[in-house]
């Protein structure tokens, strides 16, 4: 639904958002601060942000049409919430706040190249600490959206892993 005649990102009619594309603005912006290369994606995402801050004359904050959390702190706790999510439903439903618990504490150990640690890998890359205790991880995985496809995530956290720049800072410094 428009709010001050501006669509959103995730307007119904927008067909781009009825494939159900799950990729996390907080996320784009991750990509792109790490790579600031054209990508289709983050360029039509960027496009479609500061389309809608035009079009509402500057009324509409920029990080709410590009649906930002309104902070770098608040948008690096989303990244890295996103790829514990994302690491934390490639892992069987049972106990999966305590599964994830035990594979944060191997990857702190000895990253491994599985899945998983990739998604641990990306959301240490946020620059925020990774949660420490089973109650941490519970409380993130409690605040997933509904409706979050996580299938998407997989190439795109390898093509982020392949384009990211060791050594650079992350995000929200």
Known sequence: MPHN????LHDSTDPAHASRHAMAPAVLLQRFLSNPQ???????????GFTAWWRS???????????LPATSAACARTVRDTWLRAAAYSLPARSRAETLMREIERFRQAPETSTVH??????????VAIP???RQVRNILSETPAGFDF???PSAALNFLIHLHPGSPPPHQ
Do not use: F, M, R
């Open 118 to 127: 990739q998604y641990l890998a990306l959301a240490e890359v946020s620059g």
């Open 38 to 48: 054209a990508d289709p994606e983050i360029l039509k995402w960027l496009n479609k």
């Open 5 to 8: 005649g501006v669509h959103s």
């Open 57 to 67: 004359g500057g009324t509409v904050p920029l990080t709410a049409c590009l649906h």
């Open 132 to 134: 420490s205790s089973v």
């Open 151 to 153: 299938q998407s995530l």
